[in-house]
């Protein structure tokens, strides 16, 4: 896929999820960083960097009342909102994307090892690597991230979310994929992505963070290969 057409849809899904770039290009640069620690190489790392930048690409789909209720989501809601990983990969199919690394992980990256996540109830071996790696990913910038309902992290967010990730190891997530990243905390590596791409919108998507144009030109340039993560 064109990589100007990548970011246009990831810009719809942020503006309707009500995110910044910031996300995206978090969970794209952390994919960067797990996935250069567990030696892939080069072109299959910008494989695993395209597919974390579209992995929500099904929330295109979900009605804006839905995805932007404020409050408690009825099971009915919520069924909807589980749609996107399967959405996402029919929409994705249907451009003519036939990355089996990207087809993957949008529609995967919520299943659980145990076969207890979703859309598929897939377990263990029958998920792609790269979704089990990007659920973990995923998880870890969701819990140490401000987002619209949550300004202040607390000092010890990173730290909490690496010892909730270890608590479901094996159960939720790849152990494997947990161990890398948890190698990478402890080493520092990741301190700078959380701290550089962290943006607050507190008002919400109709107004952007003003730093959000730089996160886009940080996804666009990392996605061509033109940046290389801090050693
Ligand atoms: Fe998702």
């Known amino acids: 896929m064109d990589r100007d057409i990548l970011i246009a849809l990831v ?3 942020d503006i309707k ?25 080069e072109a299959e790392v910008y494989r695993v960097m395209r597919a974390a930048a579209l992995h929500d690409i099904g929330k295109i789909d979900i009605p804006d009342h839905i995805l932007g209720k404020p409050g408690r989501l009825t099971d009915q809601e919520y069924a909807i909102i589980q749609q996107h990983a ?4 029919e929409r994705l199919a249907r ?18 090892v145990d ?14 690597p790269a979704a089990l790696c990007f659920a973990v990913v995923d998880t870890f910038d969701a819990m140490t991230s401000i987002r ?26 790849c152990p494997d994929a947990i161990e890398a990243l948890t ?3 402890r080493a520092g590596k990741l301190d700078w992505i959380m701290r550089h791409q ?7 998507a109709s107004s952007p963070d003003p730093e959000a144009a730089d996160d886009y030109a940080v996804l666009s340039e990392s996605l061509a290969g033109g940046r290389s993560l801090p050693t």
Do not use: C, F
């Open 95 to 112: 451009m003519g994307e036939d990355d089996p690394v990207i087809l993957s992980v949008v529609r995967s990256h919520h299943e659980r």
């Open 183 to 185: 190698r990478l905390y």
């Open 86 to 89: 399967v959405w996402g990969y």
């Open 198 to 204: 962290n943006g607050a919108d507190p008002e919400g």
């Open 17 to 41: 999820d009500g995110l910044t770039g910031a996300h995206t290009a978090r969970v794209a640069l952390y994919s960067q960083a797990l996935a250069e620690a567990t030696g892939l190489k």
């Open 115 to 128: 076969g207890s996540g979703y859309p598929d109830g897939l377990a263990g071996p029958a998920i792609h």
């Open 148 to 173: 619209p309902y949550r300004t202040d992290l607390g000092p010890d967010a990173a730290q909490r979310a690496i010892e909730e990730l270890n608590q479901h190891a094996g159960t939720w997530y």
């Open 11 to 13: 810009r719809i899904v």
